[in-house]
């Protein structure tokens, strides 16, 4: 749906008076104060959609985010792993949408630091870190997933870093 314009005329003067698309604001997050468009903001909404929070775009401190979300019972079952988000928010949003239904926010990692997720399909177990290199997170996710039992069987399914 484009632009919308009503010409009232009046002689030689006119008076154009435009209308912003319906579509404008039908992201289900519009109007949270937080662009969710993509390429610019959380990438949760299409584009053209939340047009008044992407208006004036910045991103506050300057930091990039990233975020795991878990399916509430075991991250095997379902995970979502956001990471360079322009804000905590936009990055607990993006790894909501994509872990799906019935997920939580386990844990919240920016300015450089690393994000590894580890899982036992065998076991039911399961374990996340962060660090300050990817190795070190992935180390010891599948450290805490193992916990004592060396045949646990865990392995990263998911592993990131933000940037700085």
């Not at 009046?10 to 390429?39: F, K, R, S, T, V």
């Not at 208006?55 to 792993?81: H, I, K, M, R, S």
């Not at 065998?122 to 996340?128: F, N, T, V």
């Amino acid at each position: 749906m484009g632009l919308r314009a009503t010409v009232l005329s009046a002689g030689m003067a006119c008076l154009l008076l435009w209308a912003a698309p319906a579509a404008a604001q039908i992201c289900q997050y519009a109007n949270d104060g937080e662009c969710d468009e993509p390429g610019i903001g959380t990438a949760v909404c299409e584009a053209g959609t939340d047009t008044a929070d992407c208006a004036n775009l910045t991103v506050p401190d300057g930091f990039l985010y990233g975020a795991l979300a878990c399916a509430e019972a075991y991250c095997g079952d379902a995970w979502g792993l956001s990471v360079d988000q322009p804000t905590a928010s936009a990055a607990h949003k993006a790894a909501l949408r994509d872990c799906g239904e019935n997920c939580i926010l386990e844990v919240t990692f920016s300015r450089g630091r690393c994000l590894a997720v580890a899982v036992s399909t065998k076991h039911g177990r399961q374990g996340w870190a962060t660090r300050s290199s990817l190795v070190e997170a992935e180390a010891s996710a599948v450290e805490q997933c193992s916990g004592e039992d060396e045949f646990a069987g865990c392995a990263v399914v998911a592993s990131a870093c933000s940037s700085e």
